[in-house]
């Protein structure tokens, strides 16, 4: 069975080993095919678009919530440790769900509101690519 690299659903067939005048085995065409890979990868990632979400709906609410969160200028407090997003009285929760709204999303209970919003708080902490990672483990 052959093994191959995926990256966003491209599949890269792997490299042959090749051997140095001396008959050593490089990995030269490995590192190379890695640098490619890694190369495609940071020209195709677009921040806050979830495309590597599979779940259309996860997507569209991570989406929605990145957007309201980008448009309100309201990283910072997302950012902060927040005991819970769904019973916060902090007025810029308020700010952050009419934007929501605003931009067309109104399908949140209370559970994938709260949800929705640590997901932000992890990119607001960690960066969208440490979060793209750790999703695609799952």
């Given amino acids: 069975m052959t093994t191959q690299l995926q990256s966003q659903n491209i599949l890269y067939p792997p490299v042959p080993p090749t051997f140095d005048e001396d008959g050593t085995l490089t990995t030269e065409s490995s ?52 005991e819970s997003f769904m019973l916060s009285r902090d007025d810029k929760i308020w700010v952050i769900t009419a934007k929501m709204k605003e931009l067309g999303y109104y399908g949140h209970s209370g559970f994938s509101f709260g949800w929705t919003m640590r997901q932000m708080q992890f990119i607001a902490q960690h960066g969208e690519k440490k979060f793209r990672e750790e999703y695609l483990k799952n």
């Fill in 31 to 82: 590192q190379q095919t890695i640098a490619t890979i890694n190369t495609i990868e940071s020209e195709t990632f677009i921040t806050g678009k979830f495309d590597y979400v599979e779940s259309t709906h996860t997507k569209e609410m991570l989406a929605n919530a990145w957007q309201a969160i980008n448009l309100t200028e309201t990283w910072d407090f997302v950012r902060m440790p927040i």
